[in-house]
């Protein structure tokens, strides 16, 4: 049975999923399509698990008319072991991995690769407090790839087209995987923590162009080595079970809305609401400058900060959760992933117009 959902969960992740979602999956750990066994309990080599994954592969593929050409993989370790796995496949010792540094998901991403190997940071927004992609830049020829984090899911800024280089291209969309339109094959390897958009923490996805694989010329552990995970159908050691099958009943709601076009129309018009009501209630104010403002995460302060915490105690009363902005930074963070509701949004719209008017009574 769907309940009806007391809480309006705007948390940047482990983060809201569908109802149906959570219903479904609840009644795979009881008794997974009436096998009498429970989801964790199947063996990942079972015929039941193994239909999970090609489902779940060939539905992310036609939802992101993912090419042939690409390898996509079901890995453990977050966003955060991509960070590392990236340099250690990819950068040779005779070229530099140039960073796009947006945020602090996109320095961590150079930090860790600078342990690996030549790395640099190419352009950054450090300086005003990362309100914008940094667009302006040449890579330079000595480059193995250039890595750039999708949606910055502190600082509320995103990406909307791909810039266009002359060497390979690295993405994390570990939190706008699946939230708007994009082509795949403007970038050689994608990936995303599924914690946001699509599932629950535990798999990774990485959608990789087939010919990067085998390409390291470092001797690395297998377990990080994306040709074995490759070779092995990513079951090269036991995947995260139950996080897959959650992927996949999140992927197949996305498909049941439409896909991905209808998901982006509905996060676009999410975005909007919220947007304006930032820009017309003089109490708040925005981060990110308008042209990079993100889909899915966004990111404000009141203008007297004294405010804020009467603020989110109002919150509060109105049920509403995880809109504390990321604790490097402070002010309100809400997250609008592809599961959000509109009518959550309205809501909380709604608390933002009422504090509005009790505050000048
Ligand atoms: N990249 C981005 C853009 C993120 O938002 C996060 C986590 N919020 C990470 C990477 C790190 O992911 P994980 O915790 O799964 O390692």
């Known amino acids: 049975m769907i309940t009806e959902r007391k809480v309006y969960n705007f948390g940047a992740g482990p983060s809201a999923?569908?109802?149906?979602?959570?219903?479904?999956?609840?009644?795979?750990?009881?008794?997974?399509?009436?096998?009498?066994l429970s989801i964790l309990e199947i063996s990942h080599r079972s015929n039941l698990f193994m239909d999970i994954m090609l489902e779940a592969e060939t539905l992310i593929r036609s939802l992101m008319q993912i090419p042939d050409h690409y390898e996509v993989l079901f890995l453990q370790g977050g966003g955060s072991q991509q960070f590392a796995m990236i340099p250690l496949n990819l950068l040779p010792d005779d070229k530099t991995a140039y960073y796009i540094d947006s945020g602090i998901w996109a320095k961590k991403a150079f930090e860790e690769s600078e342990t690996i190997g030549?790395?640099?940071i190419l352009v950054s927004s450090e300086k005003n407090s990362y309100n914008s992609i940094p667009k302006e830049f040449s890579v330079p020829q000595d480059a193995a790839y250039l890595h750039l984090t999708t949606n910055n899911t502190i600082y509320g800024t995103q990406w909307f087209n791909a810039p266009?280089?002359?060497?390979?291209?690295?993405?994390?969309?570990?939190?706008?995987?699946?939230?708007?339109e994009i082509n795949v094959a403007d970038y050689d390897l994608i990936y995303a923590g599924a914690q946001k958009n699509l599932g629950t923490a535990g798999v990774t996805v990485v959608i990789i162009k087939k010919d990067l694989l085998g390409r390291s010329k470092r001797v690395i552990p297998k377990i990080f080595d994306y040709q074995q995970h490759a070779k092995a159908k990513s079951l090269?050691?036991?995947?995260?079970?139950?996080?897959?099958?959650?992927?996949l009943l999140t992927l197949r709601w996305i498909k049941k809305m439409g896909g991905v076009s209808e998901i982006e129309k509905l996060n676009r018009q999410k975005a909007a609401l919220l947007y304006n009501?930032?820009?017309?209630?003089?109490?708040?104010?925005?981060?990110?400058?308008?042209?990079d403002r993100s889909l899915m995460n966004v990111v404000f302060q009141m203008t007297n900060p004294e405010m804020e915490k009467k603020f989110l105690k109002a919150a509060e009363l109105f049920d509403i959760i995880g809109?504390?902005?990321h604790r490097s930074f402070g002010g309100f963070r809400v997250s609008?992933?592809?599961?959000?509701?509109?009518?959550?949004?309205e809501h909380l719209v709604s608390l933002m117009n009422q504090f509005r008017e009790e505050s000048v009574q």
């Not at 266009?164 to 708007?180: G, M, T």
């Open 164 to 180: 266009k280089i002359n060497c390979p291209l690295i993405a994390d969309a570990s939190s706008d995987i699946l939230c708007q």
């Open 118 to 120: 030549r790395s640099a």
């Open 323 to 325: 809109i504390q902005g």
């Open 236 to 247: 090269y050691n036991t995947p995260a079970t139950y996080a897959i099958y959650v992927m």
């Open 336 to 345: 609008l992933y592809n599961a959000i509701p509109l009518g959550h949004v």
């Open 277 to 291: 009501e930032i820009d017309s209630n003089p109490l708040y104010k925005g981060h990110a400058v308008l042209e």
């Open 17 to 36: 999923l569908p109802q149906e979602v959570f219903a479904e999956a609840a009644q795979a750990v009881k008794n997974y399509q009436s096998s009498g």
